[in-house]
């Protein structure tokens, strides 16, 4: 029971912030319509570690290429709502794109490789081989080495938007 609530504590915190900043009137505030995409992102995010953690192996076969999209867009996602706050004055994918451009190359290959497996194969690699850090190879191999890619995209994302995010609070306290 205390374990469904500590998973359940980011479902309902997000899911409470993708909505209450998504239904406002869009246009009057740019930063909140985009933290409530980024809220949007990060309420999947906890709906996937939900059904990874709890059990819900079926689910989360489903889910677990949406997890690797929705890790890798959530910091990006909050640089560009930094970047709203205080230097750009609307989102463009012309400008904002290369952002998020790793994360969805990256899906895109982390995809293909579960594509690429059966069902089975998939659960036993997020449940048995992934955990145990098991040798593998050929396709396996592939999806392993696109999920450790993923992983230290995500520390490398972690600190350069973090140091960026804050250079552009700091500069624009100055203003």
């Given at each position: 029971?205390?374990?469904?609530?500590?998973?359940?504590?980011?479902?309902?915190?997000?899911?409470?912030?993708?909505?209450?900043?998504?239904?406002?009137?869009?246009?009057?505030?740019?930063?909140?319509?985009?933290?409530?995409?980024?809220?949007?992102?990060?309420?999947?995010?906890?709906?996937?570690?939900?059904?990874?953690?709890?059990?819900?192996?079926?689910?989360?076969?489903?889910?677990?290429?949406?997890?690797?999209?929705?890790?890798?867009?959530?910091?990006?996602?909050?640089?560009?709502?930094?970047?709203?706050?205080t230097i750009?004055?609307?989102?463009?994918?012309?400008?904002?794109?290369?952002?998020?451009?790793?994360?969805?190359?990256?899906?895109?290959?982390?995809?293909?490789?579960?594509?690429?497996?059966?069902?089975?194969?998939?659960?036993d690699f997020?449940?048995?081989?992934?955990?145990?850090?098991?040798?593998v190879e050929?396709?396996?191999?592939?999806?392993?080495?696109?999920?450790?890619?993923?992983?230290?995209?995500?520390?490398?994302?972690?600190?350069?938007?973090?140091?960026?995010?804050?250079?552009?609070?700091?500069?624009?306290?100055?203003?």
């Amino acid at each position: 029971m205390i374990k469904l609530f500590l998973l359940l504590n980011p479902v309902y915190v997000t899911f409470f912030w993708a909505v209450a900043l998504n239904l406002h009137s869009p246009g009057r505030n740019l930063p909140r319509n985009f933290l409530g995409k980024q809220m949007t992102v990060a309420f999947i995010l906890y709906i996937s570690h939900l059904c990874y953690y709890l059990p819900l192996s079926g689910a989360y076969h489903y889910l677990d290429s949406v997890y690797e999209l929705c890790s890798l867009l959530v910091i990006p996602m909050y640089y560009i709502y930094i970047r709203l706050l205080t230097i750009d004055s609307a989102f463009t994918l012309r400008r904002h794109a290369r952002y998020l451009i790793t994360p969805v190359l990256l899906f895109v290959l982390y995809l293909a490789g579960v594509w690429m497996m059966s069902r089975e194969q998939h659960l036993d690699f997020l449940f048995r081989i992934m955990p145990n850090n098991e040798p593998v190879e050929g396709t396996l191999l592939y999806l392993k080495m696109v999920r450790k890619c993923c992983d230290a995209v995500f520390v490398l994302q972690a600190f350069l938007y973090m140091t960026m995010s804050l250079r552009l609070i700091i500069i624009n306290k100055h203003r």
